[in-house]
């Protein structure tokens, strides 16, 4: 199967897409907000959802549609300055929106996220319910990082990141990120570097082509897009991260054109659940496991027993997240413990019946259950 019919046969299979929308395709500083473009936009998204896909946005801009506002040029370094931009600018990205999908009789809604409601399980379901609402209704999630309270302790640091967890969150079959460069290039594509149309795979070497990057009005950079894209494959979804400067750029994608570079899924579609665990939450220790524990979670699909771990690393509660790492520390699976890091301490290396000889009490025989556990 060749490039072309491979992104047919992907694009054909999608109901459901994350739209990506970086600031510098939105604002101009000493122009304000890109209406132009985000009406074209409006359109072409629109044009899909006539075929039957339904459209999430994540959509930056809110900071810089603020700093326009305020007279500022470069980008606040303070998170109240930042904070400050966000609340002003918000109101306005809103509006433009709103008025860009009216003529198309689409109705946009706007949703605010940060780290904490990802973490927390109930806050998560709650945002994945409201989102699904809004799709079944019809309306166009328009999501941002809630940046007016967001602190540095929950930011997601961009928000292609942020669309790669949304795209977790909604089930979607799509992350595509729309930016001003033509998609992962050999080189400075400004300076004869060529793009990189297929990536089967994002690894060390593909990381190192893509370029982290500050502008005055966002952040990010490729090498942003980059991470989105391997977290979007690990959860079992392809990325496109394409450029959008031309008119029809979506319909092109969605009719299989070579546009951008398409990150292909990296195996197996996880559940839910197992999404939310593996790369939505940030573990709060490490344990290190012997070779034989480590095989049995990886080709036996086995739970985690006390007997196979070797030392705890960290100060964690039950129910939290850890890392599971291999003998030579590196981590390969993630899950949610059923003692906490004292415990663990008392009862590693020792069989499960012998839990409650240790502690006086047992919760389970697994520390981790394989049903809470997720192999990376």
């Not at 005055?216 to 494959?233: D, P």
């Not at 092109?252 to 996880?270: C, I």
């Not at 034989?292 to 039950?318: C, D, H, T, W, Y």
């Not at 020792?350 to 394989?370: A, C, M, W």
Request: hydrophobic fraction near 40%; proline fraction near 3%.
């Amino acid at each position: 199967m060749d490039e072309r019919e491979l992104r047919k046969e992907i694009m054909g299979g999608v109901r459901r897409v994350v739209t990506k929308v970086g600031s510098s395709l939105l604002v101009s500083l000493g122009t304000g907000l890109n209406k132009g473009f985000i009406s074209q936009l409006a359109g072409e998204l629109s044009g899909l959802k006539t075929k039957g896909v339904e459209i999430v946005m994540v959509s930056s801009g809110a900071i810089a549609a603020g700093m326009e506002r305020l007279g500022l040029t470069k980008r606040p370094k303070a998170i109240s300055e930042l904070q400050a931009a966000a609340a002003i600018g918000q109101s306005s990205l809103m509006h433009v929106y709103e008025e860009a999908f009216s003529p198309w009789g689409l109705k946009v809604a706007q949703v605010l996220i940060t780290r904490d409601d990802m973490r927390d399980r109930k806050r998560y379901i709650n945002a994945r319910n409201t989102l699904l609402t809004l799709l079944d209704l019809g309306i166009i999630p328009i999501i941002n990082e809630n940046d007016s309270v967001v602190v540095e302790e929950i930011k997601f640091g961009d928000n292609d990141l942020l669309a790669a967890l949304v795209t977790s969150l909604v089930d979607a079959d799509l992350l595509l990120i729309l930016t001003d460069t033509p998609g992962l290039c050999n080189g400075d594509p400004h300076k004869g570097g060529s793009l990189i149309p297929l990536v089967q795979r994002v690894t060390k070497k593909v990381e190192a082509m893509a370029q982290g990057s500050q502008t005055e009005i966002g952040t990010g950079g490729m090498a942003s897009k980059v991470g989105a894209a391997k977290l979007a494959a690990r959860c079992g979804v392809p990325t496109v991260v394409t450029g959008c400067r031309d008119q029809k750029v979506l319909e092109r994608v969605f009719e299989g054109d070579p546009m951008g570079t398409l990150f292909l899924a990296g195996g197996q579609r996880l559940t839910g659940k197992k999404q939310w665990i593996g790369f939505t939450l940030r573990p709060k220790g490490r344990l290190i496991l012997d070779k034989g524990a480590q095989e049995a979670i990886m080709k036996g699909g086995k739970s985690l027993l006390p007997s196979g771990i070797v030392a705890v690393e960290g100060n964690f509660g039950r129910g939290d997240p850890v890392s599971c790492l291999d003998p030579r520390k590196k981590e390969f699976a993630r899950g949610l413990v059923n003692y906490d890091s004292r415990e663990l301490q008392q009862i590693m290396r020792r069989q499960s019946s012998q839990i409650e000889k240790v502690l006086g009490y047992k919760y389970t025989d697994e520390v981790i259950h394989r049903d809470n556990l997720v192999i990376l």
